[in-house]
């Protein structure tokens, strides 16, 4: 694609190797892809570290032609529109969220023409493997939304946890979101007649059982 005249992202989790974890890191990846394979090719370098007039100055060689290819963190995730890109190569993909994943494959392919991106990885998780999965298999945001909200876990209704198991024993959201709507209108119905349940004695039982000492400001409040 270079030798054809366009231009290609290769995107790393890590800004520089610090030796803790095994991803390619930023830095090292565009030192190594000079001396190595794309040796003779105009490679440039743009990661959020980066002092602002520096991250501009990488920013406009590519976008003005001036390189061949960027070696990025996520940094290009958003507001990056470069119609000439038209190959992406992304390191240790499975380190990457969905919605990332996501938002960097729509870098390329913005001229119209044939584009491809290249999810590189050896999950070791089966979400990892999930998630490369599901880019494989589509490039709808909202249908990758659900199966992020499916591998990640819907987290807890009643709580702070973001992902994981959710607490809802039967319910699966977004699925069920209208029979979840539903029932909190009903269970607002109850509280408006009854705020401290005294005629619903099992319901207050299940929603100490739920809520512990917070159970006391809600029937209060």
């Known amino acids: 694609q270079i030798a054809a005249g366009h231009q290609a ?87 990457f969220g969905l919605s990332q994943l996501h938002q960097l494959r729509g870098r390329v392919g913005r001229g119209g023409g044939a584009s491809w991106c290249f999810l590189l990885a050896t999950p070791t998780t089966p979400e990892g493997t999930a998630r490369l999965e599901a880019m494989a298999e589509t490039t709808d945001g909202f249908e990758l939304a659900e199966r992020d909200l499916d591998i990640r876990g819907s987290g807890e209704v009643f709580g702070a946890r973001q992902s994981g ?36 004695a099992q319901l207050r039982e299940e929603v100490e059982d739920l809520l512990g000492d917070a159970v006391e400001f809600l029937f209060k409040s």
């Not at 394979?37 to 003005?64: D, I, N, W």
């Not at 979840?180 to 109850?190: G, K, N, P, Q, S």
């Open 165 to 200: 198991l959710g607490d809802l024993r039967l319910g699966r959201i977004p699925r069920d979101e209208a029979i979840v709507i539903e029932a909190r209108r009903a269970a607002e119905r109850i509280l408006d007649a009854d705020p401290g349940l005294a005629g619903h």
């Open 9 to 95: 992202y290769v995107v790393c989790p890590l800004v520089e190797d610090k030796g803790r974890v095994e991803a390619r890191a930023a830095t090292a990846e565009f030192e190594r892809l000079q001396a190595e394979e794309l040796r003779g090719v105009r490679v440039g370098l743009l990661h959020g570290q980066m002092k602002s007039a520096e991250k501009e100055a990488a920013m406009a060689a590519f976008r003005s032609g001036a390189t061949d290819v960027l070696v990025a963190t996520t940094v290009i995730e958003v507001g990056v529109d470069v119609p000439n890109a038209t190959v992406m190569v992304v390191q240790d993909a499975d380190r």
